[in-house]
């Protein structure tokens, strides 16, 4: 006898209650944050300045424009020439800090990450002391000059070098020695052995380097807009449509094309994830490196040119910065950093990065990893859970610039019941934390995921509210990846120019569109400056929070420690 | 009355079917143990029965309450997982007082009952130590301390000894078993290791593809399994294919075997003769026995404590469990012919 019973639907516990409204209010903050803004760039671009439906017209119009349509080829071109250089070059010294022994491996290491702690411009104002219209190094050039092509590639490079080099690194670290003892113990040549073993573990790494350094070259505007010169490129095309012309649906359209390479390299990247499996399985042997004399120290010479590249570029920054009067008067002085003579701001403008920056990591980290728990651990849900993930991975592959274009028209319109956060700091913290939140969402979900699963189960049978594990035992657990978090929100919110260039007002001007300002305005020497004291202070909370990481954690998390 | 009666339940997955129509009934007090390969099933309806992940049909009672729709933390147990699901961060006594903690006790109050658990674990001095500083036993007695805190009603164990070496899951076997008594606390434990289930559980119920194939006392499913799947799961069985010629007669290729009564199977359907390698017979055989066969050693191979022989009786080919002694008594060695017999009331007889 087979009965057939009606499917019994299980009550909803508190927790479950309490964890699904927790879902359903973030599907609305992320909405209001991500979705709806460019969901309203997206209107607008079929829309005339009166805000009539237009439909095609404005993208007509784009596409017959030459000089737009050039822009978007010359963004291709940079975009495609920087990624052909940094992949390799970024493999190279990823290669170094995995598979050779470097002296001074933790610096090298540092001095890589440097550029991530700077504004982009500050690579294009450095190229101008060194072979601008009175750089250094002119007459290297050859009559040709920094402005355009040249110098946007060699600045881009700069900027991009970390971002390839830390998820090559990443890719590199994680290889399993016993593969390379069998192929030694098959008689496989060096070469062979680089590629059918080193190059396919680390093949998923490069393409995802490829990938992110073209998006970032395509998508940056901070560089384009200092050195590019007459050399149009989208980001710059999008600044000047909104900024200059005032033509919103012309922006509107150039932010459509731009977020569609944008788009594209994020679609592809998430596709050959997928196909990545775990390569270290968890009876992998780690492969450390053995000396080896004449590879480390090729390895080691490559390390220390690409440094000095890197500290030059920085160092000139610098030393521009103190210098009285480039190139005619080189004695050094503080006069550049009194920024109250080049921009009404003065020094507010870096007050106010320190408050953006402080609030994005507070209130972008409360929300990323209370959000990332609540998609992880509610119990069914299934649409609004998967509603979330697609909105928090959004924002990747979204150039701020568009996400900031999306704010103006989304905010900025008078029937918004939210206008009244149009030109104040809070929507600054929050553009900052939608423009990057899912890289923290990503950080918080993998440490979650290296938890116990059944921390809740445990949890239900001793009757213990859901929440008060969180707070008890999920959190503390997660402290590092919180830091983590906090740290990547704070140093992205001090040198993010493209998402906040069109929301600030005189009020809440950022150090970083200042620097852009005042280097509009042909101070070159006070932007460097003002480059350099936003690249000390990430650097140096930055170095806190290893200090932080090595002292205080480790009281704190004696636990782990067998 | 018993204390879990599980009616009709069913578990879907789309269309997959984890959960066919499960009915069953554990008497208060009781152990048992859920056995089964992985993937038959056992630790869904284990999870089912805490409301961990809901049946998708049938109805659940506990102590005569239908739990079936009540969510995990308004049920009556206490689980404890294969990973223990320890808290890293808080001390053993602060896991074992966790669900404590939440019932608004007085301190001290707490205090002595954490201590009184863990002197039942056997680890009255891990109080202030962290789950890392532990090694996997103690973590596992830990994890049982925590679950008996808040004195659960229902003791559910998802293969708790399966991450342990060898020689703690034996010795944990029996405190469990002993502490499962002492506390008279209705236990359900999942497993994949029949050994385990054979000495701990009361009663044993025995899963494959989502259903139960057989519910018994761990004798009875070793001695009767009622089914082929049964008796080939649990410890070791010959099985010869051949034809029920007779209620009690099977013919496997020439040889006309004796068997039990099959009053459920038709004369001529095809069959499988099964008999467990320890019941052939070798010593002290009368001339009349039933079954008795001549056989050659083919094979030999030393087990340890006994050895296992591969036999051939004609086309026959079987396996038999020889002790030491007899080995030496007989003088048994690869090539040696032996008379064998395999006593008919110790044959289980499967059709096809």
Known sequence: ?562 | MSYLEVRNLQKRFGDITALGDISLDVAEGEFVCFLGPSGCGKTTLLRAIAGLDPQTAGTIQQKGLDVSRLPPAERDFGIVFQSYALFPNLTVADNVGYGLVSRRQARAAIAKRVAELLALVGLPDAGPRYPAQLSGGQQQRVALARALATAPGLLLLDEPLSALDARVRLRLRHEIKALQRTLGVTTIMVTHDQEEALTMADRIVVMNAGAIEQVGTPQDIYRKPATAFVADFVGSMNFLSGTLEAPERVKVGALALACPPQPGLATGTKVRFCIRPEDVRVRDLPADSINLLSAEVAELDFIGAFCRATLKAGEVSLLADFSSNLIRDLGVEQGRKLDIALPPDRVRVFAA
């Open chain 1, 1 to 562: 006898m087979s009965l057939v019973l009606p499917a019994p639907r299980v009550r909803l516990s508190r927790d479950d209650f309490l964890m699904r409204l927790g879902v359903v209010a973030l599907v609305v903050v992320l909405l209001l944050m991500v979705g709806l803004p460019l969901w309203t760039l997206l209107a607008k671009g079929f829309e005339d300045r009166d805000g009539h439906f237009v439909g095609l017209a404005n993208y007509a119009a784009y596409f017959s424009t030459p000089a737009l349509f050039i822009s978007a080829l010359n963004s291709f071109q940079v975009a495609a020439v920087c990624t052909v250089i940094v992949v390799p070059l970024a493999f190279l010294y990823a290669y170094a800090l995995t598979r050779a022994v470097l002296p001074l491996r933790w610096l090298f290491q540092g001095i890589a990450l440097i550029p991530i702690f700077a504004p982009s411009l500050l690579p294009g104002l450095a190229l101008i002391y060194l072979f601008g219209n009175q750089g250094f190094f002119k007459a290297w050039l050859g009559g040709g000059q920094i402005y355009g092509f040249e110098g946007i590639v060699i600045a881009q490079v700069f900027y991009c070098f970390p971002h390839a080099t830390l998820i090559l690194v990443t890719a590199l670290a994680t290889a399993d020695a016993r593969l390379y003892e069998a192929a030694d113990a098959l008689g496989a040549s060096k070469l062979r052995v680089f590629f059918t073993v080193t190059l396919p573990g680390a093949k998923y790494g490069v393409i995802s380097a490829a990938l992110v350094v073209f998006t970032l070259v395509i998508t940056d505007f901070g560089v384009a807009k200092v050195i590019g010169g007459n050399f149009n490129v989208l980001a710059t095309d999008v600044y000047k449509q909104v900024i200059g012309q005032q033509n919103f649906s012309m922006g509107a359209v150039v932010g459509m094309v731009l977020l569609a390479p944008a788009a594209l390299a994020f679609g592809i990247d998430q596709l050959v994830q997928r196909k990545q499996v775990a390569l270290l399985t968890a009876r992998a042997v780690p492969l450390v490196p053995k000396p080896k004399a004449g590879r480390d120290l090729f390895f080691t010479l490559f390390c220390i040119a690409v440094s000095i590249g890197i500290l030059a570029i920085l160092g000139m920054a610098a030393w521009g910065s103190l210098i009285k009067y480039w190139p005619y008067n080189l004695s050094l002085t503080w006069a550049n950093y009194k920024f109250e003579t080049f921009d009404a701001n003065g020094w507010d403008s870096y007050y106010n990065s320190l408050a953006m920056a402080a609030g994005a990591a507070i209130f972008g980290t409360a929300l990323t990893f209370v959000g990332a728990w609540l998609t992880e651990k509610t119990r069914a849900f299934y649409l609004l859970r998967d509603l979330v993930r697609f909105l928090a991975f959004l924002p990747m592959a979204v150039p701020g610039l568009v996400l900031g274009l999306g704010y103006i028209f989304f905010f900025n319109a008078p029937s918004n019941p939210l206008n009244f956060l149009y030109a104040t700091m809070a929507i600054l913290v929050i553009n900052t934390v939608a423009h990057f939140y899912t890289v923290g969402h990503l950080t918080a979900i993998t440490a979650l995921k290296q938890i116990d699963p059944e921390f809740e189960a445990v949890s239900a049978s001793l009757k213990v509210p859901i929440w008060r594990t969180f707070m008890r035992v999920t959190a503390p657990i997660c402290l590092p990846s919180i830091l983590d978090i906090a740290i990547y929100l704070f140093v992205n919110g001090m040198t993010t120019v493209s998402s906040v260039i069109f929301l600030y007002s005189p009020d809440t001007k950022l150090a970083s569109v200042a620097a852009l300002n005042i280097e509009e305005a042909g101070t070159t020497a006070a932007a460097a400056a003002l480059c350099i004291v936003i690249v000390l202070t990430s650097a140096a909370v930055k170095a806190l929070h290893l200090l932080a990481d090595r002292f205080l954690l480790g009281r704190l998390q004696a636990w782990r420690r067998r």
